[in-house]
């Protein structure tokens, strides 16, 4: 099955600086991967996405790269903003024969924004 | 769209208790999966359904979890007898996801159980 690791564990960074998420998987034919966002006692909601045919993409403030040759994914938040002090999950799926995808989350990384 | 419902939103049970969960997924998900959320931990996947049919229980505790999605709809997920370290936030969530690519899977609020 597929195996996520997503480092760091905890972020601080200042007001205005940037912020870098990364995430390792084991599974090379996954294609998809999603990053949430969770506010505390709240649901994790998708914040971006990324499939296995591009390398990066972009949305705002946010961004995400794939190297799937590493199996690696990373997400990038810039000009960050107390607003953005979450967890933030990646997630990769493996395949379950012709059923699907399983979606795995990593362990989720508390980005703490201090203003 | 109307998002992924959950009920109860807190429940707070003895162990050796039994305590059951409900989830109705997005309308035309096919994929329900619950995902079990231990404080500080991410969502960790207990079962996924396709439709009415289960595709991934590996990690469901079988001696005591048990889920069901009779329709293809609604699922209910039960513990019994419940223990401390069941203590944890249980999501739902759905997709569109098909047979040969995935979509945003989509979270209800979570049923935040206490066991004592």
């Known amino acids: 099955g597929e195996n996520v690791e997503q480092h760091p564990s905890t972020l601080s960074v200042q007001e205005g600086d940037s912020a870098v998420i990364k995430c390792t998987y084991s599974d090379s034919a996954s294609n998809y991967f999603p990053w949430y966002k969770q506010e505390l006692g709240k649901r994790p909601q998708l914040i971006i996405d990324?499939?296995?045919?591009?390398g990066e993409k972009k949305d705002q403030r946010i961004a995400v790269t794939l190297n799937k040759t590493a199996k690696h994914f990373s997400l990038h938040i810039t000009e960050t903003q107390p607003e953005d002090s979450a967890v933030y999950f990646c997630?990769?799926?493996?395949?379950?024969?012709?059923?699907?995808?399983?979606?795995?989350f990593g362990g989720g990384t508390r980005v703490l924004v201090k203003p | 769209e109307a998002g992924v419902a959950q009920s109860p939103r807190y429940k707070i049970i003895e162990k050796r208790q039994s305590v059951a969960f409900w989830c109705n997924p997005i309308?035309?998900?096919?994929?329900l999966y619950w995902y079990q959320q231990i404080l500080g931990q991410g969502p960790k996947l207990l079962i996924q359904?396709?439709?009415?049919?289960?595709?991934?229980d590996s990690q469901l505790p079988k001696d005591r979890f048990s889920a069901e999605r009779l329709k293809g709809v609604d699922s209910t997920l039960k513990i019994q007898p419940a223990k401390l370290e069941d203590s944890a936030v249980y999501l739902c969530?759905?997709?569109?996801?098909?047979?040969?690519?995935?979509?945003?899977?989509?979270f209800g609020q979570g049923t935040r159980l206490t066991v004592v």
């Open positions: 309308s035309g998900h096919a994929t």
């Open positions: 997630a990769a799926p493996s395949v379950i024969k012709a059923a699907g995808n399983k979606l795995t």
């Open positions: 990324i499939r296995s045919n591009v």
């Open positions: 969530a759905s997709s569109r996801q098909g047979r040969y690519g995935n979509t945003e899977a989509f």
């Open positions: 359904f396709q439709n009415n049919g289960v595709v991934d």
